[in-house]
């Protein structure tokens, strides 16, 4: 049986349509075949969570294709057997969310193959395209008498579309935040896709980003990149979920069970008004299964959260702690060390060492939350604060941790 924690936010106004978001859905390659052949009995314990919910919507992770060539990039290049679509099946998965940092991974081609699976498999897309006008389209759908707007969107890392390139959307706060206004007669909901991995804080930027979108007319704002949880707020009249954690997403090698491997699905209780609810069920999974989390567990897990949540309602301490992060993660700055030996600056901007050079640091600046942590770091270096910002690490350790190991 699952435990779901209900939130309300008001009572609500007549017909209610549930809307079930899940997390980071990436069997990597390694897992493609295993995923396509089992993926009943990974989902078993999981199915009757995803049935109590009207519409089911999955963070499509991967490229679906044998083919194709891994693109320049930082990080890992991702995809799985196309037969993986049988884990969207077995969910009766309803909408796959595209636009992230792995959906272009094996160019443009692959991108467009992977929607095509999808799409034979009887789950629409949405968050990616031919080009940068498709990509940044809206899903329109209708349940119940609710009609409903879902916009995907993602950090401009990479594979985002271009005007002539399929690929991901690329996220514009000013346009997203016009097409939230612009649905009068829909319930709005904004899926993002960005923030910082293992970090289980928004930056206050995002914060900000994201009661903007509700400010503007979203019922709800849910997010997802970080690959462990995060709390939630509501703002205003809608529901803002900043991170659910990876929903099913098995390594290469063993990586830590908590919180790599934990998480929780967000439910968005609507009705012709927007949200007036929120639901949480924790889980956890291994290769073999996902599994909700039991009553204690659960407990263990809602009070982690809580305590997320007091960091993110106090915008003094989720500045303090933002700090400790991007001290913590400062490493990267030495991506400017190809800057000081001048390999920014080839013979030959064609050739494929150079380019390579230089992904990293077009990184740091085009995506938004690289961007965030580079300027948090500069403002830290000249203010002469970073080993304060250092003496907190042990604190944001701490308050990482879920507990529910040993």
């Known amino acids: 049986m699952f435990q779901e924690k209900i939130i309300r936010l008001r009572e609500s106004a007549g017909t209610t349509v549930s809307v079930l978001f899940?997390?980071?859905?990436?069997?990597?390659?390694?897992?493609?075949?295993?995923?396509?052949?089992?993926?009943?009995?990974?989902?078993a314990p999981v199915k009757e969570c995803f049935d109590s919910a009207d519409i089911r919507v999955l963070q499509w992770e991967t490229t679906l294709t044998r083919g194709g060539a891994p693109i320049v990039k930082g990080g890992p290049n991702l995809r799985c057997t196309p037969g993986a679509v049988a884990f969207g099946k077995a969910l009766n998965i309803d909408i796959a969310l595209c636009a992230n940092n792995h959906f272009g991974d094996y160019g443009p081609e692959a991108a467009m193959e992977t929607i095509r699976h999808l799409h034979a498999a009887g789950i629409r897309t949405v968050g990616a395209g031919k080009d940068s006008k498709e990509a940044a389209k809206p899903l329109l759908f209708e349940r119940n008498g609710i009609r409903f707007s879902l916009l995907n969107v993602a950090e401009h890392e990479f594979g985002i579309a271009g005007p002539g390139t399929p690929g991901a959307a690329g996220m514009d706060p000013l346009d997203n935040a016009e097409t939230a206004a612009e649905e009068k007669d829909r319930v709005v909901l904004i899926a993002l896709h960005g923030g910082?991995?293992?970090?289980?804080?928004?930056?206050?930027?995002?914060?900000?980003?994201?009661?903007?979108?509700?400010?503007?007319?979203?019922?709800?704002?849910?997010?997802?990149?970080?690959?462990c949880p995060s709390g939630y707020e509501f703002f205003e009249r809608g529901a803002i979920s900043f991170s659910p954690g990876n929903f099913y997403f098995p390594g290469n090698q063993p990586e830590t069970p908590e919180p790599w491997h934990t998480g929780h699905l967000v439910k968005f209780y609507c009705d012709l008004d927007g949200v007036h609810a929120m639901g949480l069920i924790p889980y956890r999974f291994t290769r073999e299964q996902v599994v909700p989390l039991n009553a204690k567990e659960s407990e263990m897990y809602f009070r982690h959260l809580d305590s997320l949540n007091q960091?993110?309602?106090?915008?003094?301490?989720?500045?303090?702690?933002?700090?400790?992060?991007c001290r913590h993660g400062a490493s990267i700055l030495?991506?400017?060390?190809?800057?000081?030996?001048?390999?920014?600056?080839?013979?030959?901007?064609?050739?494929?060492?150079?380019?390579?050079?230089?992904?990293?640091?077009?990184?740091?600046?085009s995506c938004e939350s690289h961007h965030d942590l580079v300027r948090q770091c500069g403002y830290l270096i000249l203010e002469g604060r970073m080993e304060k910002a250092a003496a907190r690490w042990p604190e944001l350790d701490a308050l990482q941790k879920i507990g529910l190991e040993g």
């Not at 396509?36 to 009995?41: F, S, V």
């Not at 960091?311 to 992060?325: G, M, R, S, T």
Request: glycine share 4%.
């Open 196 to 227: 910082h991995e293992t970090y289980a804080l928004p930056s206050p930027r995002m914060q900000r980003l994201f009661r903007h979108l509700v400010h503007a007319g979203a019922a709800a704002v849910w997010n997802c990149h970080t690959h």
């Open 311 to 325: 960091v993110i309602a106090d915008p003094e301490k989720l500045q303090y702690f933002f700090e400790a992060w």
């Open 334 to 365: 030495g991506n400017f060390n190809m800057v000081r030996e001048k390999k920014w600056q080839p013979d030959n901007w064609n050739e494929p060492e150079r380019i390579r050079n230089w992904v990293d640091i077009r990184n740091l600046f």
């Open 22 to 43: 899940a997390g980071d859905f990436c069997p990597r390659e390694a897992n493609g075949e295993f995923v396509a052949a089992h993926a009943g009995e990974i989902c």
